[in-house]
């Protein structure tokens, strides 16, 4: 199959050409017209499949509810935003109900489904700071063993890639080194840990930030916290909600021009609720949100946020239209530096030959046209 357009994104720069496909992955890349195309997408823009890498969930479907049909349903769903992969990610909650979620996924990944690809779990919890929980249920979070987390991956098969905790609360950074030891990105989250912390469990090997502004000790200009850590230490990736509500516009901005285009990553942090009616409410993690008519998920008792219902391709134009970030920089955050987090950059987050035919058709709007899983049409 070859599809063309005259706004392909290769190599940080748009160009008039044709992608060549073929057994799910990306052949050649060709000039426009070189070719008869199957489909010619005009002026449309082209770009890679989007990666959440922190979700968990949609459709009233959660990762921690550990069914097989709601987890492959939000699979086969998702490409509708231009997602081609994902990291479903747990809340905390109870030993047996964290085994439970990742033997799920596991399962699911071990016995097929359809639609964005499964690249692993997002460990979210429990291993968190009780201050800066957010919506996460106090009565759960504990500190965290070698011993333990060796349960969960076994559970997992293997499929936990990414945990976010609250790296001040490990002893000698014991866990955070066993995690960098055996593959897990160690993320700093739900932390109240210091600037001078956060630098030493960057140093001692965690390699991300959860949700940047949200669960973390503020920025002050003479005590920087972990917001002034992830702006200062721009080598260190940091995952950010780019829906506006969970993060100004403007703080945004600081943060992409502060980091780079290579280091920051753009994530949903999305709810069972997304996709549901305004005004749905469920029970997250033991607490009951309620959808508001703004997107954004709200714990009921304290009116705090507990999530988004964002969905990738809006957050990609909340970026550029209102948070004014140059397009190389958005459009990295949810393709290429995912990928580059994950290590699997080689065939993810790019259009290139050799790569998986993940592939992103958008209209003007930013809505999508058509998205590609491994060369097959999934939305």
Not at 56 to 64: M, P, V
Not at 164 to 189: K, Q, W
Request: negative net charge; aromatic residues 8%; contains cysteine.
């Amino acid at each position: 199959m070859i599809i063309q357009s005259k706004k392909v994104w290769v190599l940080g720069n748009w160009l008039e050409a044709q992608i060549e496909i073929e057994e799910g992955k990306i052949k050649a890349i060709l000039p426009y017209d070189a070719k008869k195309a199957d489909k010619d997408y005009g002026e449309k823009r082209i770009v890679p499949g989007f990666i959440d890498i922190h979700t968990h969930g949609a459709y009233g479907f959660d990762t921690n509810d550990a069914e097989e049909e709601g987890l492959r349903n939000w699979m086969k769903n998702i490409p509708q935003e231009g997602v081609t992969g994902i990291l479903p990610t747990t809340i905390t909650q109870s030993e047996e109900v964290l085994t439970k979620a990742v033997a799920n996924v596991a399962k699911v990944v071990e016995e097929g489904y359809e639609g964005a690809e499964i690249l692993g779990i997002h460990f979210e919890g429990p291993y968190l700071d009780q201050v800066y929980k957010g919506a996460q249920p106090e009565q759960y979070c504990v500190k965290g063993t070698i011993e333990q987390f060796e349960r969960y991956q076994k559970a997992a098969k293997g499929l936990i890639k990414i945990i976010t905790m609250a790296t001040e609360h490990d002893d000698d950074f014991e866990l955070v080194h066993y995690l960098a030891e055996h593959g897990v990105i160690v993320s700093i989250g739900h932390s109240g840990a210091t600037f001078e912390q956060a630098q030493m469990a960057i140093a001692n090997g965690a390699r991300s930030m959860t949700h940047i502004f949200n669960g973390m000790t503020p920025f002050h200009h003479r005590n920087p916290g972990l917001i002034g850590a992830a702006m200062r230490f721009r080598d260190t990736y940091g995952e950010v909600i780019c829906d506006g509500n969970h993060s100004n516009v403007n703080s945004l901005n600081n943060l992409f021009l502060s980091k780079g285009r290579d280091y920051t990553i753009m994530i949903t942090d999305a709810l069972m609720v997304k996709g549901l009616p305004t005004g749905t409410k469920v029970l997250f993690g033991g607490n009951e949100i309620e959808l508001y008519p703004d997107g954004s998920a709200h714990l009921t008792s304290t009116k705090g946020l507990a999530g988004s219902t964002l969905k990738v391709n809006e957050g990609l134009k909340v970026l550029v239209e209102k948070a004014q970030v140059p397009w190389d920089y958005a459009i990295n955050s949810c393709t290429l530096n995912p990928a580059r987090l994950l290590g699997i950059d080689d065939r993810k987050g790019a259009i290139r030959a050799g790569c998986d035919a993940d592939i992103v058709v958008l209209n003007d709007d930013y809505s999508v046209e058509m998205t590609y899983v491994k060369g097959k049409e999934a939305f």
